[in-house]
């Protein structure tokens, strides 16, 4: 077990001075790929389903708008973002830990109609995924502006577009689909429906 996380430690801070054109592939065909998986995570843990988990768990018009803030609100961290790439250096390290930790943070909110939560708790948790979401900015841009030339940068976030909104489309209509079976057949537990949403969402933004 130490000697698998000291290798997993040791690909994400080992770095290469030069790339080759295999390697830019790659990298092209990953960031694709973590477009299409992060939108389709965004699909399931977000817009209408998000805001009808937090209506089932009583929240007001204000928590509401505060939901829908977070994500500005957590643009901010970006700044000590800027400082903590300038301290360490790891830019793969500190986009895979943060996103990581930001993804986990969608565990606890997954387990409220177990525990029995309200709305507080998911804000919580939310700005919680903000903020470690945002961090890695800087970080994330620097290392797609090195992996990725200029004139392939269109080619790749059209690529990413594409395939992220598909996804999203069809997992929103999908989402929609379980929700309104779930609740017509567990009326009196309809918030576990959307938790089966949202761990499906977790797996795919994993």
């Known amino acids: 077990m130490r000697q698998t996380v000291r290798a997993a430690a040791g690909r994400l801070l080992r770095t290469q001075e030069h790339l080759s054109s295999e390697d830019r592939a790659r990298a092209a065909r990953l960031l694709i790929a973590d477009g299409v998986c992060s939108t ?3 699909a ?14 009583g929240a007001q018009n204000y928590g509401i708008g505060l939901l829908a803030s977070i994500g500005f609100l957590s643009q901010t961290m970006q700044i000590p ?9 790891y830019r793969r390290a500190i986009t895979v830990a943060c996103a990581t930790l930001s993804r986990l943070c969608w565990l606890p909110i997954v387990l409220i109609p177990v525990f029995g939560q309200g709305p507080a708790f998911l804000v919580q948790w939310l700005f919680m995924a903000g903020i470690l979401a945002s961090i890695p900015g800087p970080s994330w841009n620097s290392l797609v502006h090195e992996l990725v030339p200029p004139d392939r940068l269109g080619w790749v976030f059209s690529r990413r577009m594409m ?4 996804l999203g489309l069809g997992l929103t209509l999908a989402g929609g689909y379980w929700i309104d079976r779930w609740s017509a057949a567990n ?3 309809p918030l576990y429906g959307y938790s089966v949403v949202f761990v499906v969402a977790l797996a795919i933004g994993l």
Do not use: I, K, N, Y
């Open 44 to 57: 399931l843990a977000g817009g209408p389903f998000l805001a009808a988990f937090a209506l089932g768990l």
């Open 163 to 166: 395939g992220g909104t598909a």
């Open 81 to 89: 973002g800027v400082v903590l790439l300038r301290a360490l250096r």
């Open 187 to 189: 009326p009196g537990a």
């Open 40 to 42: 389709g995570m965004a």
